[in-house]
């Protein structure tokens, strides 16, 4: 049997694999998720200890969403559901994207109307989350799935990168 794995897919294995560098990681999934889902806004946020907070370690867009940047997002429904529960979320429309985010305006003001929250998990708690942003219906269930394997690499380095941030 031949299987024929994307090639950013392979990369970002590679890279979750050998690469200390946090940055590096998420680079190659950045990669990934451009090659195989496309995007507008791409961010990685690990959870601050107490779970009421996440800290922004990486952004394909820093002008607009600049490292370290944190968001209150533990105590509200999206935190409930992404962080809390572990739960996947797919967001489309501006309706889902002010239910979830008090930064509504300046995702909208990037030309994005949906959005996947994917919870980062390492052995069942969630470390941190992807977010992979878009124009509106650009993301179907099947993108969700891919954008979970993408997911699946990064524990690892949201951890390295939680703990470069407290350092």
């Given amino acids: 049997m031949t ?3 994307p090639p950013s897919l392979i990369t970002l294995a590679r890279s979750a694999a050998a690469d200390a560098d946090p940055i590096a990681v998420f680079r190659a999934a950045e990669a990934a998720s451009k090659a195989l889902l496309g995007h507008r806004l791409f961010t990685t946020l690990f959870v601050v200890p107490g779970g009421a907070e996440v800290e922004r370690v990486y952004s394909s867009d820093p002008a607009a969403y600049p490292l370290t940047g944190r968001k209150r ?3 509200t ?9 572990g739960r996947t979320w797919l967001g489309n429309g501006m309706d889902d994207i002010r ?11 990037l030309g994005c109307a949906t959005c996947i929250n994917i919870p980062v998990r390492e052995g069942g708690v969630v470390v941190g989350t992807l977010n992979i942003l878009d124009a ?3 993301y179907t269930a099947q993108h969700v799935a891919i954008a979970e394997v993408i997911g699946g690499f990064l524990p690892g380095a949201l951890r390295r ?4 941030a407290s350092a």
């Fill in 73 to 75: 997002m533990g105590p």
């Fill in 136 to 138: 509106l219906d650009a």
């Fill in 99 to 109: 239910w979830a985010f008090p930064d509504h305006a300046l995702i909208e003001s």
């Fill in 3 to 5: 299987v024929d794995l």
């Fill in 77 to 85: 429904p999206w935190g409930e559901h992404v962080l809390t529960q």
């Fill in 161 to 164: 990168a939680a703990d470069l």
